[in-house]
């Protein structure tokens, strides 16, 4: 069972436009959700984070959304810029509710920032 | 570079050997994190170590798969008699413990593994 969703493959928008990648979870115990960025052939880079006693947090151009009732975060990347092509996670602990430490992941997607 | 390390970068191996994979964490980091990626999907759980104790396992990690991290810095994940479907990218994550319990994990690069 997928836990974290993400129902975008992939995503285009243009550059200086904002972007905006979508995230559903399932398991309530859930208290810790982080966005990941990936390049080909490289790690997840952390990107930014939110505990669930908040609704939003913000670092530059990215803020990260979360909406508990409907278990739903969002990254808004405001303005996109090519670099900011990628894929990006969307991942999810339970550490202080569920004792794990482990994140789970959605499957992420693939962001194209065109000039 | 003071961020995690993976080696091997990449490994192919025939299908029946072992193989080894060695993460060196970022100094100071007590807890390490190993992941497995498949095309299309995100990073999945394996292991999770506090300093030198394994914490966690997930299902995912069979009898074939062990994982040691003996002084509680670089850690080793060994597959014995790989199969086909071990093909995969591994991960290695580490983080600090700080009081809360709010940590992001910080990734290597990965070791791809190929089995023929």
């Known amino acids: 069972d997928q836990q974290v969703k993400q129902n975008s493959p992939s995503l285009s928008v243009q550059e200086g436009r904002i972007s905006i990648l979508n995230c559903d979870y399932t398991?309530?115990?859930?208290?810790?959700f982080l966005w990941y960025k990936k390049y080909p052939a490289e790690g997840p880079t952390f990107l930014i984070s939110i505990s669930s006693i908040k609704d939003k947090n913000e670092d530059g151009r990215f803020t990260v959304f979360l909406n508990k009732s409907a278990k739903h975060l969002s990254l808004h990347i405001v303005p996109s810029q090519p670099g900011d092509s990628a894929v990006y996670f969307c991942?999810?602990?339970?550490?202080?509710?569920?004792?794990?430490?482990?994140?789970?992941f959605g499957k992420g997607t693939k962001l194209t920032v065109n000039p | 570079d003071t961020g995690v390390s993976q080696n091997p970068r990449h490994k192919i191996t025939k299908r029946g050997q072992n193989v080894t994979f060695r993460c060196d964490p970022i100094?100071?980091?007590?807890?390490l994190y190993w992941y497995r990626q498949t095309l299309g999907q995100g990073p999945e759980f394996l292991t999770y170590f506090q300093n030198e104790a394994q914490l966690e396992k997930s299902r995912l990690l069979s009898d074939r798969f062990s994982a040691e991290r003996p002084k509680g810095s670089f850690s080793t994940l060994e597959i014995q008699r790989t199969e086909q479907g071990d093909s995969a990218m591994y991960l290695c994550a580490s983080s600090p413990w700080v009081a809360e319990p709010y940590n992001e994990q910080f990734f290597g690069p990965g070791t791809r593994l190929t089995v023929l």
């Open positions: 100094s100071e980091h007590n807890r």
């Open positions: 991942a999810a602990s339970a550490g202080a509710q569920g004792g794990s430490e482990k994140l789970v």
């Open positions: 398991n309530s115990m859930f208290d810790y």
